[in-house]
Nanobody, 115 residues
Framework: QVQLVESGGGLVQAGGSLRLSCAASGSISSIDHMDWYRQAPGNQRELVARIVRGGSTYYADSVKGRCTISRDNAKNTVTLQVNSLKPEDTAVYYC?????????WGQGTQVTVSS
């Protein structure tokens, strides 16, 4: 079993920045890719950013240029830096880990951006 613990959410003014972190622990043999998703009220959960084991990244168009995802393979952590926050970035942000055999979700962390 793998546990994911997220941190770093909160209330921030538009134009500000946040750094979200997720630490994976438990029975981890290897992690394929680590993602951040978000879900706003009334919306489907959407992929925000992904980083694979080799370091390649993907960003949703809505955050491209404002987000940086990074990971520490030795510590099994993934971080999402979000700059120039907009009110439409308000959502619950979830960490997601794919070990190649099983997938895991974090409990979510609320990000609220005030205008």
């Amino acid at each position: 079993q793998v546990q994911l613990v997220e941190s770093g959410g909160g209330l921030v003014q538009a134009g500000g920045s946040l750094r979200l972190s997720c630490a994976a622990s438990g029975s981890i043999s290897s992690i394929d890719h680590m993602d951040w998703y978000r879900q706003a009220p009334g919306n489907q959960r959407e992929l925000v950013a992904r980083i694979v084991r080799g370091g390649s990244t993907y960003y949703a168009d809505s955050v491209k240029g404002r987000c940086t995802i990074s990971r520490d393979n030795a510590k099994n952590t993934v971080t999402l830096q979000v700059n120039s926050l907009k009110p439409e970035d308000t959502a619950v942000y979830y960490c997601y880990v794919d070990t190649g055999g099983r997938t895991y979700w974090g409990q979510g962390t609320q990000v609220t951006v005030s205008s």
